[in-house]
T-cell receptor
Framework: KAGVTQTPRYLIKTRGQQVTLSCSPI?????VSWYQQTPGQGLQFLFE???????NKGNFPGRFSGRQFSNSRSEMNVSTLELGDSALYLC??????????FGPGTRLTVL | AQTVTQSQPEMSVQEAETVTLSCTYD???????LFWYKQPPSRQMILVIR??????QNATENRFSVNFQKAAKSFSLKISDSQLGDAAMYFC?????????????????FGQGTILTVHP
């Protein structure tokens, strides 16, 4: 069974731009979560989707948004990028298992 | 809100020896899950071991085992016969036990991580 995939793997943007990251969960997984990882703040929860509904949201500004499609694929969008948005963005999916399975991440650099 | 604390920013171990990584957490919930994840330089987050709070028996996965002390809210990871490939950042994580539609849900709350170095 294929793992969680994330595209793109690397991204360079400039301040003020917007970006969309994509995540395809493991086949059959309906829950998708997003995390931001930075050296200073560590791993922080962004949001969680289940069956196209946002079930949970972390403490991030409204510039961060996401959605989930009927095939469980998920996208997250960051508008008006700031330097501090530079991070590794991790997507994870889960099903009946208690654990979340992670993708390889998207490395976003904001210049 | 739940919190997870890893008090050891860095640890080192000689190859073939044993090392223990510490983790404490704070919660008012009675049912939850605890995990150890490993993140090597590739940045891929890999599940190492899982513990259900309702189980008194400590989880074991090959060379990896945990010491789960529910009353003390402590969850340490022991790595036996350490190998060079064990070198990575290790994260302790907490997840509430929520289910709906046959699917578990709920965010993972992570500790700050412990960098493990393995010396040959």
């Amino acid at each position: 069974k294929a793992g969680v995939t994330q595209t793109p793997r690397y991204l360079i943007k400039t301040r003020g731009q917007q970006v969309t990251l994509s995540c395809s969960p493991i086949s059959g997984h309906r829950s998708v979560s997003w995390y931001q990882q930075t050296p200073g703040q560590g791993l922080q929860f962004l949001f969680e989707y289940f069956s196209e509904t946002q079930r949970n949201k972390g403490n991030f500004p409204g510039r961060f948004s996401g959605r989930q499609f009927s095939n469980s694929r998920s996208e997250m969008n960051v508008s008006t990028l700031e330097l501090g948005d530079s991070a590794l963005y991790l997507c994870a999916s889960s099903a009946r298992e208690r654990e979340q399975f992670f993708g390889p991440g998207t490395r976003l650099t904001v210049l | 809100a739940q919190t997870v604390t890893q008090s050891q920013p860095e640890m080192s171990v000689q190859e073939a020896e044993t090392v223990t990584l510490s983790c404490t957490y704070d919660t008012s919930e009675s049912d939850y899950y605890l995990f150890w994840y490993k993140q090597p330089p590739s940045r891929q987050m890999i599940l190492v071991i899982r513990q259900e709070a309702y189980k008194q028996q400590n989880a074991t996965e090959n060379r990896f085992s945990v010491n789960f002390q529910k009353a003390a809210k402590s969850f340490s990871l022991k790595i036996s016969d350490s190998q060079l490939g064990d070198a990575a950042m290790y994260f302790c994580a907490y997840r509430s036990a929520n289910y709906a539609g046959g699917t578990s849900y709920g965010k993972l709350t992570f500790g700050q991580g412990t960098i493990l170095t393995v010396h040959p």
